[in-house]
């Protein structure tokens, strides 16, 4: 079983920066692609970026340029570090890890209980 938890979220008005973080449990051996993923109020949930072991990223349209997906294997932990918030960036997100390359989409097996983000204008 692969938990995940998330932390960094926080309030933070337009223009600013946050770095969430997801660490994972130890039991990881086959967990090659892992996501970050973010539901507001009312919508569904989408994918923001993922990254597979061996490096390679994928971004939501919305985000590109602004956020970066990261892993540390030493340390378990997945990261994703946000510049330019926007209001529109607001939302719970959660990361999410799997054997299977979903990418963006929300078909992750395991997820964790999310960390909220708001960006106030």
């Known amino acids: 079983q692969v938990q995940l938890v998330e932390s960094g979220g926080g309030s933070v008005q337009s223009g600013g920066s946050l770095r969430l973080s997801c660490a994972a449990s130890?039991?990881?051996?086959?967990?090659?692609?892992m996501g970050w993923f973010r539901q507001a109020p009312g919508k569904e949930r989408e994918g923001v970026a993922a990254?597979?072991?061996?490096?390679?990223?994928k971004y939501a349209d919305s985000v590109k340029g602004r956020f970066t997906i990261s892993q540390d294997k030493t340390k378990n932990t997945l990261y994703l570090q946000m510049n330019s918030l926007k209001p529109e960036d607001t939302a719970m997100y959660y990361c999410?890890?799997?054997?299977?390359?979903?990418?963006?989409?929300?078909?992750?097996?395991?997820w964790g209980q999310g960390t909220q983000v708001t960006v106030s204008s």
């Open positions: 130890i039991y990881t051996y086959g967990i090659d692609y």
């Open positions: 990254i597979e072991s061996n490096g390679n990223t």
């Open positions: 999410a890890a799997d054997r299977i390359g979903w990418l963006l989409l929300p078909r992750y097996t395991y």
